[in-house]
């Protein structure tokens, strides 16, 4: 019987350790790898951008190194939000969009930002992930675009392509926001190193600071 007991509680100090150890983890953010061809890739500083913006401006306390994660991999639950880039094609195939379905639906968080290009194949896709949801344009009410900053019409404009304004795009899954599609805006351009676009300090503040909203928003379980 004693032996029973001991073995018992080490099971439970165990099972507390892998908890505690998560809880203390620092969250951290992934990039999306995908198939079909596209430049997954693009924009290889902005991640590490918006995380250490959001770390000195609002001490969020996230790992400094984003993780880079496959659409189909059982590792993609270990991340609340992942971001996608990109300017061409995009294959999901039926297992990776079922896996993409089961991480928004059991909590996760994907952010789409289309680097130009990217919508003709994106949205096709994620049609597949929900058959049963349209992407829909937030209003400028939507807590997305006020948190730590406020956005009061909406997505700002990093750079010009087809002289249309931003759109952020979602899809809402039972009342919750699980995709965020920033579409004519380039936000991820604006996080990258100030070398790479020449940007203005005051827009690569704008896309940051939009970015850190996104990262609050997830973090706040709104």
Same mark, same amino acid.
């Given at each position: 019987? $004693?032996?029973?007991?001991?073995?018992?509680?080490?099971?439970?100090? *165990?099972?507390?350790?892998?908890?505690?150890? #998560?809880?203390?983890?620092?969250?951290?953010? @992934?990039?999306? #790898?995908?198939?079909?061809?596209?430049?997954? %890739?693009?924009?290889?500083? &902005?991640? &590490?951008?918006?995380?250490?913006?959001?770390?000195?401006?609002?001490?969020? !306390?996230?790992?400094?190194?984003? @993780?880079? *994660?496959?659409?189909?991999?059982?590792?993609?639950?270990? %991340? +609340?939000l992942?971001?996608?880039?990109?300017?061409?094609?995009?294959?999901? &195939?039926?297992?990776? @969009?079922?896996?993409? #379905?089961?991480?928004?639906? /059991?909590?996760?968080?994907?952010?789409?930002d289309?680097?130009?290009?990217?919508?003709?194949?994106?949205?096709?896709?994620? $049609?597949? *992930?929900?058959?049963?949801?349209?992407?829909?344009?937030? +209003?400028?009410?939507?807590?997305? %675009?006020?948190? #730590?900053?406020?956005?009061?019409?909406?997505?700002?404009?990093?750079?010009?392509?087809?002289?249309?304004?931003? $759109? !952020?795009? !979602?899809?809402?899954?039972?009342?919750?926001?699980v995709?965020?599609?920033?579409?004519?805006?380039?936000? /991820?351009?604006?996080?990258?190193?100030?070398?790479?676009?020449?940007?203005?300090?005051?827009?690569?503040?704008?896309?940051?600071?939009?970015?850190?909203?996104?990262? &609050?928003?997830?973090?706040? !379980?709104?």
């Amino acid at each position: 019987m $004693k032996r029973i007991i001991v073995q018992t509680a080490l099971v439970l100090l *165990v099972g507390l350790t892998g908890v505690f150890g #998560r809880l203390n983890a620092q969250p951290q953010i @992934a990039l999306l #790898r995908y198939g079909g061809g596209g430049d997954w %890739y693009a924009n290889p500083t &902005s991640l &590490s951008n918006l995380i250490a913006f959001c770390n000195q401006d609002a001490r969020m !306390g996230l790992n400094p190194q984003p @993780a880079t *994660v496959d659409v189909g991999s059982a590792e993609l639950f270990n %991340y +609340p939000l992942v971001h996608m880039t990109g300017h061409g094609n995009v294959v999901f &195939s039926e297992r990776e @969009a079922d896996n993409l #379905r089961k991480y928004l639906i /059991g909590g996760g968080f994907l952010h789409i930002d289309d680097n130009y290009g990217l919508r003709e194949f994106i949205v096709p896709q994620m $049609k597949r *992930v929900f058959p049963e949801l349209e992407f829909v344009e937030l +209003p400028f009410s939507h807590p997305i %675009y006020h948190q #730590r900053y406020d956005f009061p019409n909406g997505l700002p404009k990093i750079h010009e392509h087809d002289n249309l304004p931003p $759109k !952020g795009y !979602g899809l809402v899954y039972e009342g919750r926001l699980v995709c965020f599609f920033t579409w004519e805006c380039d936000l /991820g351009d604006g996080w990258e190193d100030p070398d790479v676009h020449g940007d203005s300090p005051a827009t690569r503040q704008k896309a940051l600071r939009m970015g850190e909203n996104i990262v &609050s928003y997830v973090f706040s !379980g709104q």
